[in-house]
């Protein structure tokens, strides 16, 4: 039993030790850069999607609390990952930022990711113009979703 209530203290310190040094990569900073010049397209998304719900004022973006996702990165794939494994992996993972935009009595939150080049399986889906679309994003950091 002292095991198991051990092992649950550590475990939670190793993880948010893990995730500062993540946190604290340098080489997020060019993309913050990038992030934080989107600024204006980030507040007309967030305001863009309160008027679809009827509700209406500016909100104001906190990049400071904004967050990376690493996308498609299974961990658990192996028994073990070497540091640099995981750096590897995270390196080559499409990267999610999630900004924060607050209102008056509200939170909205926007994904702002780099647009993927245009997959195979949509060539036939898509129209010229939705296909012109995706092609002028790719590799450009955008917002995405609230």
Do not use: H
């Not at 198991?4 to 604290?24: D, E, K, R, Y």
């Not at 600024?39 to 609390?65: H, M, P, Y």
């Not at 961990?75 to 494994?85: I, K, M, T």
């Amino acid at each position: 039993m002292k095991k198991i209530a051990a092992a649950l203290c550590v475990v939670p310190l190793f993880l948010s030790l893990n995730l500062i040094s993540v946190s604290a990569d340098p080489s997020a900073e060019n993309s913050v850069n990038e992030i934080t010049a989107l600024e204006q397209e980030i507040l007309d998304f967030a305001d863009q999607c309160r008027e679809e719900e009827n509700v209406s004022g500016s909100g104001t973006a906190d990049f400071s609390k904004a967050y990376r996702i690493y996308a498609d990165m299974d961990l658990f794939a192996g028994e073990s990952l070497s540091r640099e494994e995981y750096k590897e992996m995270e390196a080559s993972a499409p990267v999610v930022w999630v900004v924060p935009v607050y209102y008056e009595n509200d939170t909205c939150f926007v994904e702002v990711s780099k647009g993927l080049p245009l997959s195979q399986d949509l060539e036939n889906t898509l129209t010229e113009e939705e296909k012109q679309e995706i092609r002028s994003r790719e590799g450009k950091w955008t917002a995405a979703a609230p």
